[in-house]
Protein backbone atom coordinates (compact mmCIF):
# COMPACT_ATOMS: atom_id res chain seq x y z
CA UNK A 1 0.00 0.00 0.00
CA UNK A 2 1.86 3.20 -1.55
CA UNK A 3 -1.20 5.50 -0.59
CA UNK A 4 -2.87 8.14 -3.08
CA UNK A 5 -0.45 8.90 -5.56
CA UNK A 6 -0.91 12.49 -7.64
CA UNK A 7 1.51 13.62 -10.25
CA UNK A 8 3.20 16.07 -10.77
CA UNK A 9 3.59 18.05 -7.53
CA UNK A 10 4.26 21.36 -8.60
CA UNK A 11 3.37 22.88 -11.92
CA UNK A 12 3.65 26.16 -13.04
CA UNK A 13 1.86 27.20 -16.33
CA UNK A 14 0.88 29.98 -18.38
CA UNK A 15 -2.67 31.42 -18.77
CA UNK A 16 -4.74 29.72 -21.54
CA UNK A 17 -3.03 26.72 -21.66
CA UNK A 18 -4.34 23.20 -20.99
CA UNK A 19 -2.76 21.16 -18.08
CA UNK A 20 -4.00 17.67 -16.75
CA UNK A 21 -3.27 16.09 -13.45
CA UNK A 22 -3.11 12.36 -12.40
CA UNK A 23 -4.44 10.63 -9.74
CA UNK A 24 -3.32 6.88 -8.56
CA UNK A 25 -5.73 5.98 -5.62
CA UNK A 26 -5.27 3.19 -2.72
CA UNK A 27 -5.65 0.38 -5.42
CA UNK A 28 -8.33 -1.86 -3.43
CA UNK A 29 -10.20 1.63 -3.10
CA UNK A 30 -13.52 1.74 -5.31
CA UNK A 31 -13.89 5.71 -4.75
CA UNK A 32 -12.20 9.06 -5.65
CA UNK A 33 -12.32 12.12 -5.12
CA UNK A 34 -11.39 15.61 -5.92
CA UNK A 35 -10.94 18.66 -3.76
CA UNK A 36 -8.95 21.92 -4.79
CA UNK A 37 -7.51 24.07 -1.94
CA UNK A 38 -7.00 27.82 -1.82
CA UNK A 39 -4.75 29.57 0.60
CA UNK A 40 -6.15 29.93 3.84
CA UNK A 41 -9.38 28.01 2.97
CA UNK A 42 -10.19 24.36 3.50
CA UNK A 43 -10.29 21.40 0.65
CA UNK A 44 -13.27 21.94 -1.42
CA UNK A 45 -15.30 19.46 -3.41
CA UNK A 46 -14.81 19.35 -6.97
CA UNK A 47 -16.12 15.61 -7.94
CA UNK A 48 -16.48 12.17 -7.01
CA UNK A 49 -16.03 9.10 -8.77
CA UNK A 50 -17.61 5.75 -7.57
CA UNK A 51 -15.38 3.05 -10.08
CA UNK A 52 -15.56 4.43 -13.27
CA UNK A 53 -18.89 6.15 -12.97
CA UNK A 54 -18.77 10.17 -11.74
CA UNK A 55 -21.61 10.13 -9.42
CA UNK A 56 -21.27 13.93 -8.12
CA UNK A 57 -20.14 17.40 -9.24
CA UNK A 58 -19.56 20.51 -7.69
CA UNK A 59 -20.89 23.63 -9.45
CA UNK A 60 -17.26 24.92 -8.46
CA UNK A 61 -16.45 22.07 -11.66
CA UNK A 62 -17.27 24.77 -14.67
CA UNK A 63 -16.92 23.63 -18.10
CA UNK A 64 -13.33 24.50 -18.26
CA UNK A 65 -12.36 21.37 -15.91
CA UNK A 66 -13.41 17.46 -16.64
CA UNK A 67 -12.21 14.70 -14.37
CA UNK A 68 -12.02 10.93 -15.76
CA UNK A 69 -11.83 7.98 -14.11
CA UNK A 70 -11.40 5.16 -16.84
CA UNK A 71 -11.29 1.44 -16.01
CA UNK A 72 -12.16 2.49 -12.04
CA UNK A 73 -8.58 2.62 -11.52
CA UNK A 74 -6.39 6.17 -11.73
CA UNK A 75 -8.62 9.43 -12.84
CA UNK A 76 -7.14 12.41 -14.21
CA UNK A 77 -8.62 16.03 -14.08
CA UNK A 78 -7.59 18.54 -17.02
CA UNK A 79 -8.49 22.17 -17.56
CA UNK A 80 -8.56 24.12 -20.01
CA UNK A 81 -7.75 27.64 -20.95
CA UNK A 82 -6.49 27.87 -17.40
CA UNK A 83 -6.80 31.23 -15.23
CA UNK A 84 -5.25 32.71 -12.58
CA UNK A 85 -7.99 31.87 -10.10
CA UNK A 86 -6.92 28.32 -11.00
CA UNK A 87 -3.76 28.71 -8.97
CA UNK A 88 -4.37 26.18 -5.81
CA UNK A 89 -3.54 23.02 -4.62
CA UNK A 90 -5.75 20.19 -5.88
CA UNK A 91 -6.13 17.18 -3.85
CA UNK A 92 -7.17 13.61 -4.88
CA UNK A 93 -8.34 11.35 -2.38
CA UNK A 94 -9.85 7.64 -2.06
CA UNK A 95 -11.73 5.51 -0.06
CA UNK A 96 -13.53 2.04 0.02
CA UNK A 97 -17.49 1.74 -0.10
CA UNK A 98 -18.56 1.91 4.16
CA UNK A 99 -15.70 3.69 5.16
CA UNK A 100 -15.97 7.55 5.40
CA UNK A 101 -12.17 8.40 6.29
CA UNK A 102 -10.75 9.47 3.32
CA UNK A 103 -6.94 9.06 2.48
CA UNK A 104 -5.66 12.24 0.82
CA UNK A 105 -2.99 12.60 -0.96
CA UNK A 106 -0.22 14.87 -1.30
CA UNK A 107 -1.83 17.17 -3.81
CA UNK A 108 -0.79 19.14 -7.15
CA UNK A 109 0.20 22.44 -6.46
CA UNK A 110 -0.85 24.67 -9.80
CA UNK A 111 0.56 27.74 -10.29
CA UNK A 112 -0.96 30.07 -13.43
CA UNK A 113 1.12 33.11 -14.67
CA UNK B 1 -22.22 31.07 2.73
CA UNK B 2 -19.72 28.70 5.20
CA UNK B 3 -21.45 25.60 6.17
CA UNK B 4 -18.94 24.81 8.47
CA UNK B 5 -16.76 27.15 10.42
CA UNK B 6 -13.34 26.97 12.49
CA UNK B 7 -13.22 30.67 14.27
CA UNK B 8 -10.02 30.57 15.92
CA UNK B 9 -7.37 30.58 12.82
CA UNK B 10 -5.01 29.77 15.47
CA UNK B 11 -4.50 28.15 19.15
CA UNK B 12 -0.98 27.78 20.83
CA UNK B 13 -0.72 25.04 23.90
CA UNK B 14 1.79 24.49 26.29
CA UNK B 15 2.73 20.26 25.97
CA UNK B 16 1.12 17.91 28.41
CA UNK B 17 -1.84 20.48 28.52
CA UNK B 18 -5.34 19.88 27.01
CA UNK B 19 -5.92 21.20 23.15
CA UNK B 20 -9.28 22.46 22.35
CA UNK B 21 -10.60 23.00 18.89
CA UNK B 22 -13.64 23.88 17.70
CA UNK B 23 -16.59 23.98 14.94
CA UNK B 24 -19.74 24.99 14.36
CA UNK B 25 -21.67 24.18 11.51
CA UNK B 26 -25.07 25.62 9.85
CA UNK B 27 -26.31 22.46 8.13
CA UNK B 28 -28.91 20.81 10.05
CA UNK B 29 -28.49 18.01 7.05
CA UNK B 30 -24.75 17.52 8.08
CA UNK B 31 -24.87 13.93 10.11
CA UNK B 32 -21.29 12.48 9.92
CA UNK B 33 -18.08 14.74 11.12
CA UNK B 34 -14.80 13.98 10.64
CA UNK B 35 -11.26 15.71 11.59
CA UNK B 36 -8.53 16.19 9.38
CA UNK B 37 -4.94 17.08 10.44
CA UNK B 38 -2.49 18.75 7.95
CA UNK B 39 1.31 19.14 7.98
CA UNK B 40 2.69 21.26 5.48
CA UNK B 41 3.40 19.98 1.85
CA UNK B 42 1.56 16.72 2.67
CA UNK B 43 -2.21 15.74 2.21
CA UNK B 44 -4.98 16.20 4.97
CA UNK B 45 -4.66 12.92 7.28
CA UNK B 46 -7.88 11.55 8.44
CA UNK B 47 -8.01 11.43 12.47
CA UNK B 48 -11.21 10.97 14.30
CA UNK B 49 -15.13 11.06 13.31
CA UNK B 50 -18.44 11.18 14.73
CA UNK B 51 -21.96 10.32 13.59
CA UNK B 52 -24.59 12.39 14.57
CA UNK B 53 -26.14 9.40 16.97
CA UNK B 54 -23.58 9.84 19.03
CA UNK B 55 -22.48 12.47 21.22
CA UNK B 56 -18.79 11.50 21.92
CA UNK B 57 -16.11 9.87 20.46
CA UNK B 58 -12.67 8.87 22.06
CA UNK B 59 -9.33 7.10 20.15
CA UNK B 60 -6.24 7.53 22.39
CA UNK B 61 -5.40 11.01 23.17
CA UNK B 62 -7.91 12.17 20.86
CA UNK B 63 -11.50 13.03 21.61
CA UNK B 64 -14.42 14.17 19.42
CA UNK B 65 -17.78 16.04 21.48
CA UNK B 66 -20.82 16.84 19.34
CA UNK B 67 -23.48 19.04 20.79
CA UNK B 68 -26.48 18.53 18.16
CA UNK B 69 -28.50 21.22 19.62
CA UNK B 70 -26.09 23.87 19.52
CA UNK B 71 -24.73 22.55 16.55
CA UNK B 72 -20.93 22.50 17.64
CA UNK B 73 -18.16 20.40 17.91
CA UNK B 74 -14.73 20.35 19.60
CA UNK B 75 -12.10 18.13 19.47
CA UNK B 76 -9.97 17.21 22.52
CA UNK B 77 -6.28 16.60 22.42
CA UNK B 78 -4.76 15.05 25.97
CA UNK B 79 -2.24 15.58 26.30
CA UNK B 80 -1.02 17.78 23.58
CA UNK B 81 2.77 16.78 22.20
CA UNK B 82 4.47 19.44 20.34
CA UNK B 83 4.26 16.97 16.92
CA UNK B 84 0.66 17.78 17.46
CA UNK B 85 1.23 21.44 15.78
CA UNK B 86 -0.80 21.41 12.90
CA UNK B 87 -3.60 22.51 11.08
CA UNK B 88 -6.45 20.97 11.83
CA UNK B 89 -10.00 20.48 9.80
CA UNK B 90 -13.05 20.19 10.56
CA UNK B 91 -15.44 18.45 7.97
CA UNK B 92 -18.70 17.81 8.11
CA UNK B 93 -20.80 15.21 5.69
CA UNK B 94 -24.68 15.21 4.82
CA UNK B 95 -24.77 11.06 4.33
CA UNK B 96 -28.08 10.00 5.01
CA UNK B 97 -29.13 12.80 1.99
CA UNK B 98 -27.39 10.98 -0.36
CA UNK B 99 -23.73 13.40 -0.86
CA UNK B 100 -20.67 11.75 -0.39
CA UNK B 101 -18.88 15.04 -0.17
CA UNK B 102 -17.49 16.99 2.84
CA UNK B 103 -17.70 20.50 3.60
CA UNK B 104 -14.45 21.75 5.56
CA UNK B 105 -13.56 24.32 7.76
CA UNK B 106 -10.63 26.88 7.01
CA UNK B 107 -8.96 24.97 9.57
CA UNK B 108 -7.12 25.86 12.90
CA UNK B 109 -3.52 26.27 13.51
CA UNK B 110 -2.29 24.34 16.31
CA UNK B 111 0.98 25.35 17.62
CA UNK B 112 2.07 22.92 20.76
CA UNK B 113 5.19 24.79 22.33
CA UNK B 114 7.75 22.43 24.27
Known amino acids: DTGVSQDPRHKITKRGQNVTFRCDPISEHNRLYWYRQTLGQGPEFLTYFQNEAQLEKSRLLSDRFSAERPKGSFSTLEIQRTEQGDSAMYLC???????????FGSGTRLTVV | DQQVKQNSPSLSVQEGRISILNCDYTNSMFDYFLWYKKYPAEGPTFLIS?????DKNEDGRFTVFLNKSAKHLSLHIVPSQPGDSAVYFCAASALSGGSEKLVFGKGTKLTVNP
Open chain 2, 50 to 54: ISSIK
Open chain 1, 93 to 103: ASSSTGTYGYT
